[in-house]
């Protein structure tokens, strides 16, 4: 069966999002509140009581403290001591481009700050919750080595890596989240807080619909307290009609506009740095369709999938989409028509191409359900459409059309 589009696009939230998070579900964690002006910045440091805070950007990218903003201030994560600190920091960094190793050199535009209690750190663990489809199990994984990132130590040290399965019919057991709290070492007061975290954690990811929650640091802190201080969230999209709470964090200023369009019809869009763009119904045939063209020495510029049921309007929207991209240079459709009507599709391109006024190349490869009615619609249309018998066929024509 041909893979339909998820209602959802995959979703980010901020760290200031997940502390929210945290707080709902008794996860511990410094207090801290977000700010979207400097006036606001100084009102929540004062309220938090000014000395020991931090002010951190808001962006869904990592390397932040490390950062450069566009206008020349350094760092997008700062240690402050008092509340008027705070409203200076956050003034440098609000409406400004931040630019780290994971932004790429566009960077992107701090709108938000977040403001939270500092803490002095004694020792760093790592802690993550994952579904494993490989044993069709939940996964706790931990390690001494929090701060770093768990693939490298999972590279060089494995045996700093521990790992407790955790079955979907019974979940986390106390004696579980116990037990990883004694391999990580910790004892007495320290281990009571550790496990009391983890099943907090469990309750947050299970209820929230979570495919990863990562907690990295997961701290120890100079008055004996176990902290989560950051965290990354996967959410499983296809449960997020059930999550209004978490599809209400959505940022879309943090997103690329294409994928936010796309997302609008049901489409599911992620943009590539190629110039040949790819309109397919199906996950898997969209990434055979790439694959192909790149075999042939082409670029492919996109992933989309239209799904097995896509609508003369959808079909339309992709064309839009696509063109909205500049580097696009020609446009491969490759529809198969297991549920979805080629001849249905062919109206959606005939329709798509005369409303944009395409002019670079477009061929169309149909296979499947009602495909002569579709090919037919597609030679009467007198549009400047290039037909393909085959997938090698279809992708050798749009590579040539587009380097000739």
């Not at 502390?19 to 979207?36: D, I, M, N, Y």
């Not at 045996?159 to 391999?183: H, T």
């Not at 492919?300 to 049921?309: H, I, M, S, T, W």
């Amino acid at each position: 069966m041909l893979a339909a589009a998820p209602p959802f696009p995959p979703m980010n939230i901020h760290e200031y999002q997940a502390k929210e998070l945290f707080q709902k579900f008794g996860v511990a964690t410094p207090p801290g509140r977000v700010a979207a002006t400097a006036e606001e910045a100084g009102t929540v440091a004062e309220e938090l009581g000014g000395a020991g805070l931090v002010v951190k950007a808001q962006i869904h990218a990592g390397g932040r403290g490390k950062g450069t903003f566009k206008n020349g201030f350094k760092g997008g994560v700062h240690v402050i001591d008092t509340a008027a600190q705070a409203q200076d920091i956050a003034g440098k960094m609000l409406g400004q481009t931040l630019v780290t190793h994971q932004t790429g050199p566009e960077g992107k535009l701090v709108s938000k700050v977040l403001v939270a209690k500092s803490v002095d750190i004694v020792k760093e663990y790592y802690f993550a919750i994952l579904f494993d489809r490989g044993s069709s199990n939940h996964a706790l994984i931990a390690s001494t080595e929090g701060g770093m990132n768990i693939e490298e130590v999972a590279e060089k040290t494995p045996e700093k890596i521990i790992k407790e399965f955790v079955s979907p019919a019974f979940g986390l057991q106390a004696y579980q989240a116990r037990k990883i709290a004694a391999e990580l070492g910790l004892r007495g007061k320290l281990a009571s807080q550790a496990t009391k975290l983890f099943l907090s954690l469990w309750n947050l990811y299970l209820k929230s619909d979570c495919s990863l929650v990562e907690v990295n640091p997961l701290a120890i802190t100079s008055d004996d307290q176990v902290v989560a201080l950051d965290a990354k969230f996967n959410f499983d999209d296809n449960a997020l009609y059930r999550q209004k709470d978490v599809v209400a964090m959505r940022d879309t200023t943090e997103e690329d506009p294409r994928e936010v369009a796309a997302s609008e019809f049901g489409l599911n869009y992620i943009g590539l740095d190629g110039n040949i763009a790819c309109l397919v119904n199906g996950a898997g045939l969209a990434m055979s369709t790439m694959d192909i063209i790149k075999l042939h020495g082409g670029e492919p510029a996109n992933f989309l999938d239209v799904g097995g049921g896509a609508t003369k309007e959808q079909v339309a929207a992709a064309f839009k989409i696509i063109l909205g991209d500049p580097n696009v240079k020609g446009i491969l459709v490759n529809i198969f028509g297991g549920i979805m009507d080629c001849d249905v599709i062919a109206h959606g391109i005939i329709a798509a191409a005369q409303e944009v006024s395409l002019n670079i190349p477009l061929v169309v490869r149909l296979e499947g359900n009602n495909v002569e009615a579709g090919k037919a619609t597609l030679a009467a249309s007198g549009l400047a459409i290039t037909s393909a018998d085959g997938l090698t066929d279809a992708a050798q024509k749009i590579v040539a059309a587009v380097q000739g």
